[in-house]
């Protein structure tokens, strides 16, 4: 089992937020309170697909994508995974 997670039951390990199962290692129910009040800008750019689909083999074309049109040498310029992290970067600035 991953770190932090032997051992403990599976109420620990899991949270529900509007009826749907999410893991607490990666995700919060803040984070999705959060993702109620975002605003996408004009220029943001998303992938939205089911797990387990090719989404990660999209996210990187898409990020080659963008650096290549961008001239960045950055690896990642797109921020992934909306559900994931922490709640506070999707406050209005």
Known sequence: MAD???GKASEEMFFTYQGILYPKL???PET?????DFVARKDDMMLVAYPKCGTN???QILNDL????????EENILHTMLEFGAADKYKPT
């Open 57 to 59: 083999w999209c996210v």
């Open 66 to 73: 963008a650096a290549t049109v961008a001239g960045a040498e």
């Open 26 to 28: 990666r995700c919060s």
């Open 32 to 36: 999705f309170q959060a993702l109620q």
């Open 4 to 6: 932090g997670l032997a």
